[in-house]
């Protein structure tokens, strides 16, 4: 036994499927315009969640890297400040430097020397205003781990430093964005570093220093004070000198020190690992004080010399200029150590700024894999879209011209 089954679908029915078609053609059509108007593939998370949240964390990547080139833009225009005023301060040491030159003229009066140490006393001013120097943000440039607003104080001696001594370190995005005041301004070695000779007040002869080196590390590192001391026969004229330990007990006393030796101008005196060389005449009872090298500031080596250009006694005068010059010329090692370490920093700040420049890029590149439309692409597929709705439309109105009742009457 067998049926037939007969199904019936009406106009009105086909009619309805036609449209909810051409209404989802329409739909997509806009969407696709949407996207090409905006050259994104994915507008919402709904569109593609995976790509939405690859391409969310790399604007998160993007906008992090961008705070560091920002930072890292800052610190290197606070470093290239710090390394420009040292070489201002680099300027005015050698200016300095030249007037004390000139102050060891043996023509000039003592009133000379006092206005060349005015001169140099507006040039210690003008360094100690380098050395509190501010950023645009209002940070002192050599405040180290953290300072005072104005790190060094005293306009006369002595010029302390007001902060916590250290440096910045630097870190793969960023570099230190201030320099160490204590090491550039406050750590000068007296001497050679090792051991320092300083001309005793008062002498009244014209002896003075002019060079002094280790010959023995060892022997010269052992931490005693000495002193030379000068001895004029009244009858014969003859100059002699002896070297003592002045090192208090319990320390042992140095054996095989120099005793009433001639002295003839100049001398190289030895001992202990040490050797002075020793030019001019020393009045009787004159002496050289040889004591272990300490850490002095640049504001203090300028201080004393033009304390000792002032003096007027000669002795005074030519040992303080003559030890003075050699301070001065360790200071500016100092200060140029400190502007070698800005310039460096400088020359790693491009290279960070290099390395984030690339990632940038790169970030760039994986947001616009997971969100960015292909033009090309987008607009073929719209263009299809577009094509097949339009026949679609063109379709349904054909068919709907298609009645019975077109046909009667």
Avoid: C
């Amino acid at each position: 036994m067998s049926s037939n089954l007969i199904a019936r679908t009406g106009t009105a029915n086909l009619y309805d499927n036609t449209i909810r078609n051409l209404q989802a053609q329409q739909t997509t059509l806009a969407q696709q315009q949407e996207h090409l108007s905006a050259g994104k593939r994915v507008l919402r998370a709904s569109d593609d969640p995976v790509a939405a949240a690859q391409a969310e964390r790399a604007r998160t990547r993007i906008s992090r890297n961008e705070t560091d080139l920002r930072a890292l833009n800052a610190q290197k225009d606070s470093m290239a400040l710090a390394e420009s005023t040292l070489g201002s301060t680099m300027d005015a040491m050698q200016a300095f430097r030249e007037l004390v030159v000139q102050a060891g003229n043996g023509t000039l009066s003592a009133t000379d020397r006092n206005t060349i140490a005015l001169q140099l006393q507006g040039l210690r001013e003008q360094i100690l205003g380098y050395a509190n120097s501010k950023d645009a943000n209002g940070l002192p440039l050599f405040q180290a781990l953290g300072s005072a607003s104005t790190p060094f104080t005293g306009a006369s001696p002595p010029t302390t430093f007001k902060g916590l001594p250290g440096q910045f370190a630097s870190g793969t995005t960023s570099i230190a964005p201030l320099l160490d005041g204590d090491a550039a301004w406050m750590s000068v070695p007296t001497g050679n570093g090792v051991f320092a000779v300083t001309a005793t007040p008062g002498n009244a002869g014209t002896a003075q220093v002019t060079a002094d080196q280790v010959t023995n590390p060892a022997a010269a590192g052992d931490g005693h004070s000495y002193q030379v001391k000068f001895t004029v026969d009244t009858t014969t004229g003859a100059t002699t000198y002896t070297v003592t330990d002045q090192t208090p007990p319990p320390a042992t006393p140095t054996t095989g020190l120099p005793t009433s030796l001639t002295y003839t101008s100049p001398t190289t005196i030895s001992f202990a690992g040490r050797a002075i060389d020793i030019t001019g005449a020393p009045a009787n009872g004159d002496s050289f004080t040889v004591a272990p090298s300490k850490q002095t500031s640049v504001f203090q080596v300028l201080d004393d010399t033009i304390a000792a250009i002032r003096s007027g006694n000669p002795s005074t005068v030519y040992s303080g200029i003559a030890q003075g010059l050699s301070q001065i010329d360790v200071a500016m090692s100092r200060l140029s150590d400190a502007r070698g370490l800005a310039g460096e920093l400088l020359n790693r700040a491009d290279r960070i700024q290099s390395d984030l420049d690339t990632r940038g890029s790169q970030l760039e590149a994986q947001r616009s894999s997971a969100e960015d439309l292909d033009m090309i692409k987008g607009i073929s597929d719209f263009q299809n879209q577009n094509t097949s709705y339009q026949a679609a439309l063109q379709s349904y109105a054909q068919v709907q011209k298609l009645s019975l009742l077109n046909y009667l009457g």
